[in-house]
T-cell receptor, first 118, second 110 residues
Framework: GAVVSQHPSRVICKSGTSVKIECRSL??????MFWYRQFPKQSLMLMAT?????????EQGVEKDKFLINHASLTLSTLTVTSAHPEDSSFYIC??????????????FGPGTRLTVL | GENVEQHPSTLSVQEGDSAVIKCTYS??????FPWYKQELGKGPQLIID?????GEKKDQRIAVTLNKTAKHFSLHITETQPEDSAVYFC?????????FGKGTLLTVNP
């Protein structure tokens, strides 16, 4: 149990276009979903926290108008990178908490989405 | 949130030996300490976690110890195998948010 999926696994786009990434909890209803960003050989940096039906809470330094988060249901959150530029190229990973198999704090991660902006 | 210091950044061991990775934190509000294993190109996988009211937890070859007074916690892997090779991240949790260490690249040599 506690499986989180992401789609797509990798995407290449042109500079100036927008890209949507989906995060789904497959076998549990997620109380909260989180979006992280990871540059090569670096750690995970939290971008935003998302609760179903409410606005996402963004970490300091993360542009909310550039990284749009929609959390329409207890099993789906989407991250849209608007007007993407090469510096937005990164590995984007979502996580979800709320699975009964773990504690209230336990976050289960998706497999990640590799975004490359040309 | 405040940082988590993780050491060492790289660790190479022989198959069958033990591996220990240590993390320290400064935020006294931290009450949850998970460890994740990340293989190249994949998402992090939870391998073990501990809450602040427990000093030690073990799951087969993996154990975590927590010293809340000193604000440090450690991951212990015994009888290492080549498939244990990966990047390991510690994290501290507070109010359901995680702050990660910088990771340790573990290489287990056959």
């Amino acid at each position: 149990g506690a499986v989180v999926s992401q789609h797509p696994s990798r995407v290449i786009c042109k500079s100036g276009t927008s890209v949507k990434i989906e995060c789904r909890s497959l076998d549990f209803q997620a109380t909260t979903m989180f979006w992280y960003r990871q540059f090569p050989k670096q750690s995970l940096m939290l971008m935003a926290t998302s609760n179903e039906g409410s606005k996402a809470t963004y970490e300091q330094g993360v542009e909310k108008d550039k990284f749009l988060i929609n959390h329409a249901s207890l099993t789906l959150s989407t991250l849209t990178v608007t007007s993407a530029h090469p510096e937005d190229s990164s590995f984007y990973i979502c996580s979800a908490r709320g699975a009964t198999s773990g504690s209230a704090d336990t976050q289960y991660f998706g497999p990640g989405t590799r975004l490359t902006v040309l | 949130g405040e940082n988590v210091e993780q050491h060492p950044s790289t660790l190479s061991v022989q198959e069958g030996d033990s591996a220990v990775i240590k993390c320290t934190y400064s935020d006294s509000a931290s009450n949850y300490f998970p460890w994740y294993k990340q293989e190249l190109g994949k998402g992090p996988q939870l391998i073990i976690d501990i809450r602040s009211n427990v000093g030690e937890k073990k799951d087969q070859r993996i154990a975590v110890t927590l010293n809340k007074t000193a604000k440090h916690f450690s991951l212990h892997i015994t009888e290492t195998q080549p498939e244990d090779s990966a990047v390991y991240f510690c994290a501290r949790g507070s109010n359901y948010k995680l702050t990660f260490g910088k990771g340790t690249l573990l290489t287990v040599n056959p």
